[in-house]
């Protein structure tokens, strides 16, 4: 079964700290990539995404996340975090190509707290 | 231009009891996903809907079920309520853009 793999449940960081948000999925054929934030009290929203072309995204708010093939993973970086990146992260995955129909796998989230 | 809109965004059922959740998709988007997202969890995919009809289903049992309607708008109902059931759910649409607009859910507890 498809599956998504978030390595970390909770990152703490200073302000100004690099950022790395592990991701790893199972599936081995065409997939497409996510990265999804939610910050406190809002709804989840869209900062990242690949289909195809570039390995190397850039998303919102100075984010970029890296497509491993053959490691199976699509981290998330920022170089520099700031206090309001406080929030819950999401990797998720679709299979095949993308369409409005396609299932969202979504991994089970890294909650980052920024300490000012 | 209104996102995506969920009602109610908080309610208390008991177990056994019924609950119907509503969700009003983005302008301009037809297809309506629902989700399920437990405590320190990533949401599950219950099921989508497009054409007033379900084209895909997760892994949920009979008792979640959803409807459709002309004006895409959308409703997931839940039967014979368990404690389990007690989640955020969240209706999603989209388009073949890659992205998913999430309204802010609606809290369910079961007693």
């Known amino acids: 079964a498809q599956s998504v793999s978030q390595h970390n449940h909770h990152v703490i960081l200073s302000e100004a700290a690099s950022l790395e948000l592990g991701c790893n999925y199972s599936y081995g054929g065409t997939v497409n990539l996510f990265w999804y934030v939610q910050y406190p009290g809002q709804h989840l929203q869209l900062l990242l995404k690949y289909f195809s072309g570039d390995p190397l995204v850039k998303g919102i708010k100075g984010f970029e996340a890296e497509f491993i093939k053959s490691k199976f993973s699509f981290n998330l970086r920022k170089p520099s975090v700031q206090w309001s990146d406080t929030a819950e992260y999401f990797c998720a995955v679709t299979r095949g190509l993308y369409s409005s129909a396609s299932k969202i796998i979504f991994g089970s989230g890294t909650r980052l707290s920024i300490r000012p | 231009d209104a996102g995506v809109t969920q009602s109610p965004t908080h309610l208390i059922k008991t177990r056994g009891q019924q609950v119907t959740l509503r969700c009003s998709p983005k302008s301009g988007h037809d297809t309506v996903s629902w989700y399920q997202q437990a405590l320190g969890q990533g949401p599950q995919f219950i099921f989508q809907y497009y054409e007033e009809e379900e084209r895909q289903r997760g892994n949920f049992p009979d008792r979640f079920s959803g409807h459709q309607f002309p004006n895409y708008s959308s409703e997931l109902n839940v039967n014979a309520l368990l404690l389990g059931d007690s989640a955020l759910y969240l209706c999603?649409?989209?388009?073949?853009?890659?992205?998913?607009?999430f309204g802010e859910g609606s809290r369910l507890t079961v007693l």
């Open positions: 999603a649409s989209g388009t073949n853009t890659g992205e998913l607009f």
